[in-house]
């Protein structure tokens, strides 16, 4: 019991000097406002890029695969479908995802994308420079990131 009353005050003053030095403004040792550590919603949606509502999670063990993707200039990408939600920030280059028959997506460096689920699509450089994207699956052990049209 002794022990718990010592975390609890150590966790208290931790808690109240976060506050204080965030009240005044003061930053950790080394950082300034020109440094300092700042975070930036890209997206956040309910919906697939297409507008379509994102499908529940699965109910089993969940997996989480995070792919680095590098797109040649001119390079097309196979129509695919992703069985998973999945997410992904283009790093560099330029990328077009389009929907057989439907919407096109333009990506340019930095944009965020949040991938259609289950519905046939695929992706193509249409740049000078190559395409590299940054894609996070989220599934379960069983699940592909990936299934290619046959």
Not at 83 to 110: D, F, M, R, Y
Not at 131 to 146: C, K, Q, R
Request: hydrophobic share 40%; charged share 15%; glycine share 8%.
């Amino acid at each position: 019991m002794q022990k718990l009353k010592h975390l609890f005050s150590i966790v208290s003053t931790l808690l109240l000097l976060v506050c204080v030095l965030g009240c005044t403004g003061l930053h950790p040792a080394g950082e300034t406002r020109e440094n300092k550590i700042t975070v930036t919603k890209l997206i956040s949606s309910t919906n697939c890029w297409d507008g379509a509502v994102l499908p529940a999670y699965p109910s089993q063990q969940p997996n989480v695969t995070i792919l680095r993707i590098r797109i040649p200039p001119g390079a097309r990408l196979h129509t695919h479908r992703h069985p998973v939600i999945n997410a992904g920030v283009l790093l560099s280059g330029e990328l077009t995802v389009k929907i057989p028959s439907g919407p096109t997506l333009h990506l340019v460096a930095g944009d965020p994308i949040i991938e259609v689920v289950n519905t046939l699509h695929y992706g193509i450089n249409e740049g000078k420079t190559p395409a590299e994207i940054i894609v996070f699956y989220a599934g379960t052990l069983d699940d592909p990131t990936s299934i290619i049209e046959k």
